[in-house]
């Protein structure tokens, strides 16, 4: 059974062996099913989350009679590979909505005709692109931020919507079901598992507490002088030959691993004050122009200007 609100579905028990939901039809009844495939949905998110939950929403085949809307407005990054499953080396660089979207209606092309992928942040000023709220039935949070959670939660509450809340945090992770009128609401009361670290996606993108930036700094304390030292002497001791194979075993890591372990070896060989100086100079410039200059970084950018209106010439984008 399945208990929606205050109503309780349950099943007959057959299914049909012709269709792709016939154990679905055997759980919840097909009147439930029915239901569930032309309402309306909402999905925030195409990260780790959201690549979870379009899996299932494909094999259920929900809102494939009504419309599954979905939105992120990130692109895909090498790094998201490893935990977020629907996307290959090919779609690095493109939008996380539209690669996520064409990989599911590949699960299920049932898909097809209801799914509604937009590349939109979620917030104040894009309120017009997101006016279909009497139709939505249900929203489903796989955000990576407290602000876009609070904001999404108290637009659910304003137009009595059902909201699923989700986070992960390294291997811990929470979800919970926010009804209004009947459970309490998300900002009321944060479910178990907030506020006991800081996700790796939000750090490196969109800092927006002081916490935050001390984090990513020891961070990339760590990257540049811990893990490139220790990598040089496990290929110094280890010798080239030991050193490449363990690099072929383990691919990215490996290859990252290798950079880094030939970049601490011209250091090493020319460690000067000059070579110091310059190391420093290329890692701010690589950190504070090149990459604000890149196109996933726009956005970043244009937010914490609006944010944090001080003048920064030195940071001039030429």
């Avoid at 599911?104 to 097809?112: F, Q, S």
């Avoid at 996606?201 to 002081?210: K, L, R, S, V």
């Avoid at 916490?211 to 490139?228: A, V």
């Avoid at 110094?236 to 050193?243: L, N, Q, S, T, V």
């Amino acid at each position: 059974f399945c208990i929606k609100c205050t109503r309780v579905y349950i099943g007959d028990g057959k299914a049909d062996a012709s269709s792709r939901y016939g154990h679905y039809c055997s759980l919840f009844g097909p009147a439930f099913v029915k239901q569930a495939h032309e309402a309306k949905y909402f999905l925030v998110g195409c990260g780790a989350l959201g690549c979870e939950f379009l899996k299932n929403i494909a094999m259920i085949g929900l809102g494939k009679d009504g419309r599954i809307t979905i939105t992120d407005d990130d692109v895909i990054e090498l790094s998201n590979l490893s935990r977020q499953f629907l996307f290959r080396r090919e779609h690095v660089g493109k939008l996380k909505s539209e690669s996520a979207a064409a990989v599911v209606c590949k699960m299920n092309p049932d898909l097809l005709k209801g799914m509604d992928t937009r590349n939109k942040r979620v917030e104040p000023k894009t309120e017009s692109v997101f006016n279909s709220k009497d139709e939505l039935k249900f929203v489903i949070n796989a955000l990576d931020n407290l602000h876009a959670r609070v904001y999404m939660d108290s637009k659910c509450i304003l137009h009595g919507k059902p909201l699923f809340e989700s986070g992960t945090l390294g291997t811990q992770a929470n979800s919970s079901v926010h009804i209004p009128h009947k459970t309490p609401s998300y900002a009321q009361g944060a479910p178990p598992g907030e506020g006991q670290g800081i996700a790796m996606c939000t750090m490196t993108n969109f800092p927006y507490e002081p916490l935050h930036c001390i984090e990513w700094s020891r961070t990339m304390f760590r990257q540049m002088f811990e893990d490139g030292p220790a990598a040089y002497e496990d290929m110094r001791k280890a010798g080239i030959e030991k050193f490449l194979e363990k690099v072929d075993s383990s691919e990215n890591e490996g290859l990252e691993k290798l950079k880094s372990a030939l970049k601490w070896a011209r250091l090493a060989k020319a460690a000067t004050l000059e070579t110091c100086v310059q190391l420093a100079m290329d890692m701010f410039i690589e950190e504070y122009r090149d990459k604000i200059k890149v196109g996933s970084y726009d956005r970043i950018w244009h937010t914490l200007a609006v944010l944090y209106p001080l003048p920064l010439p030195c940071l001039t984008l030429t």
